[in-house]
């Protein structure tokens, strides 16, 4: 599976950005989605993940209620709209696909990712 991430940039804080992962090669719907970030001189956390339907989805408590993750089985991509962004959440955003629970979050129970997309969200 290759996975495209984009939808970066930057935005000041309190404002909205919407991130999209599109994924080739393999059926997209086989597997769980996940979005991850890494802010500079920190190690990769969890985001959110979704279920292979969309059905389910679970969320860092860092940014409950003000992300959403979001997929389409048809059109394949996976999204995450992130709205009331704050300083702290600048951060390189990476899309992952994995065959395992759609719980999960940690990096191991993911089999592939994308490249990453800088989010910057200024004072």
């Known amino acids: 599976v290759q996975l495209q991430a984009s939808g970066g940039g930057l935005v000041q804080a309190g404002g909205s950005l919407r991130l999209s992962c599109a994924a080739s090669?393999?059926?997209?719907?086989?597997?769980?989605m996940g979005w991850f970030r890494q802010a500079r001189g920190k190690e990769r956390e969890f985001v959110a993940s979704?279920?292979?339907?969309?059905?389910?989805?679970y969320y860092a408590d860092s940014v409950k209620g003000r992300f959403t993750i979001s997929r389409d089985n048809a059109k394949n991509p996976v999204y995450l709209q992130m709205n009331s962004l704050k300083p702290e959440d600048t951060a390189v955003y990476y899309c992952?696909?994995?065959?395992?629970?759609?719980?999960?979050?940690?990096?191991?129970?993911?089999?592939?990712w994308g490249q990453g997309t800088q989010v910057t969200v200024s004072s």
């Open positions: 090669g393999r059926t997209f719907s086989n597997y769980v």
């Open positions: 979704i279920s292979r339907s969309g059905g389910r989805t």
């Open positions: 992952a696909a994995g065959s395992g629970f759609s719980s999960a979050d940690e990096e191991y129970e993911y089999d592939y």
